[in-house]
Every structure is written in C-alpha cells, then in structure tokens.
C-alpha cells in the first residue's frame, strides 16, 4: 500500500538510507536489486540537474558501482 502523502517521505527515508548504506558498503545486490538501484538513481539524477541542483553526473562511475557489487 503506498504511504499517505503526509508521510511519505517519512515512510520511505529509511528504506532510502538502507539502499544508499547497501550501496556504499558493497553489499552483494541480485540482477534485479542493481536494476531497481539503477533506476533509482536515474531518478535522483534527473531530479537533481533538472532542478539544477548539480550539473554534471558521471554516468560511468554510477556504472562501474553497480556492476562491481556482487550477486547474490
């Protein structure tokens, strides 16, 4: 069920700060885990550069992350 919008993003902090700990520390992540992390963070890509929050993204390095992680 999706959270109610008083308190989505209060909801979906932690699991936010889960995926990003996953990503950070290397956790072993199933072809469908890096799929979901790709598009994930898509998503704060073009959220970011269309708000021009940054400028520049590299894409390679978001690449060389998720392929280095191992599967489960």
Do not use: H
């Not at 979906?12 to 598009?39: H, I, M, N, Q």
């Not at 073009?46 to 400028?55: D, M, P, T, Y």
Request: net charge negative; charged share 35%.
């Amino acid at each position: 069920m999706p959270s109610m919008s008083y308190c989505r993003f209060e909801n979906t902090y932690g699991d936010f700060c889960a995926c990003l700990d996953a990503l950070s520390e290397g956790e072993p992540l199933s072809d469908v885990e890096k799929r979901y992390a790709k598009r994930m963070l898509d998503a704060m890509r073009n959220f970011v550069q269309q708000n021009e929050i940054v400028e520049d993204w590299d894409e390679s390095r978001v690449k060389d992350l998720l392929e280095n992680l191992g599967t489960e």
